[in-house]
């Protein structure tokens, strides 16, 4: 890829976008942020829409990680477009300048989970270690389409979005695991569509993150944790309207 592979129309709307965004640019022109002080051999990179909700990453991890924004193509360009793969060949050759050596771990929410998805493919068939893929309320299943991740996954779906799979699987994680065979860790937060980011739920989504990095840290992730007991009837959307009073069968249908 080039030195700058977007678009200058695009770059020009990312850097605006960033403008009130926390954090401490990692090189002069760079788009991703540096927040918190810690200094750690692994390094955190979170993808995310708005500004706010870095600062909330920045204040819930930033003190006990070596710690790393960026943001979504959200209101930028649709991601079906080449750009996608223009912004995540921004982000990766950042990334390879400020981090050259060492293990990652890569995650975003909502929308960010589809560059953070796309920007570890990369750097995995780069060669680096990524430790651990992290999608937090996001269609897990829809963005990684019928191609596994390569790395151990953590999946924290929030209770009453609309992307929870447990709104419309008992157990998403019988199918889900076919696309993370490199270990599967799932567990719900209590929020709403687009609500993780903030308040009380960022300080559970910090805490059930940090345990999913000591766990593809370890030396045997390979055992899940426990499946979680059953969501209640009334959390699930799909629901028998009308009931069947007749049912025709043709030969050999069962």
């Not at 942020?33 to 819930?60: I, Y």
């Not at 750097?123 to 990524?130: D, I, Q």
């Not at 559970?204 to 345990?211: I, P, R, S, V």
């Amino acid at each position: 890829p080039s030195a700058n592979p977007l678009p200058r129309w695009c770059v020009e709307r990312l850097r605006a976008l960033l403008e009130p965004w926390p954090g401490t640019p990692t090189a002069p022109g760079g788009f991703i942020r540096r927040v918190g002080a810690a200094s750690t051999d692994l390094a955190l990179f979170w993808c995310t829409q708005t500004g706010d909700a870095a600062r909330n990453f920045e204040t819930s991890l930033g003190a006990r990680h070596t710690a790393y924004v960026m943001r979504s193509s959200a209101h930028l360009f649709r991601y079906e477009t080449p750009l996608l793969a223009a912004l995540v060949d921004l982000y990766a050759a950042e990334i390879a300048r400020i981090r050259p050596r060492g293990p990652l771990v890569l995650g975003g929410n909502c929308q960010g989970a589809i560059v953070a998805l796309a920007l570890t493919r990369q750097l995995v068939a780069a060669g680096r270690e990524v430790r651990l893929f992290v999608a937090a309320d996001s269609r897990f299943a829809e963005i990684c389409g019928t191609e596994a991740v390569p790395v151990p996954v953590a999946l924290f779906p929030a209770t009453l979005s609309k992307f929870n799979p447990r709104r419309h699987f008992r157990d998403p994680e019988i199918g889900l695991r076919k696309l993370a065979p490199q270990g599967l860790r799932m567990e719900s937060i209590e929020a709403g569509y687009a609500k993780l980011m903030f308040g009380t739920r960022m300080q559970d989504l910090a805490a059930k993150l940090e345990a999913a990095i000591d766990w593809a840290s370890g030396p045997d992730r390979r055992p899940d944790p426990p499946p979680p007991p059953p969501s209640p009837a009334s959390l699930y959307q799909r629901r028998i309207e009308a009931p069947v009073t007749e049912l025709d069968l043709a030969p050999g249908q069962r």
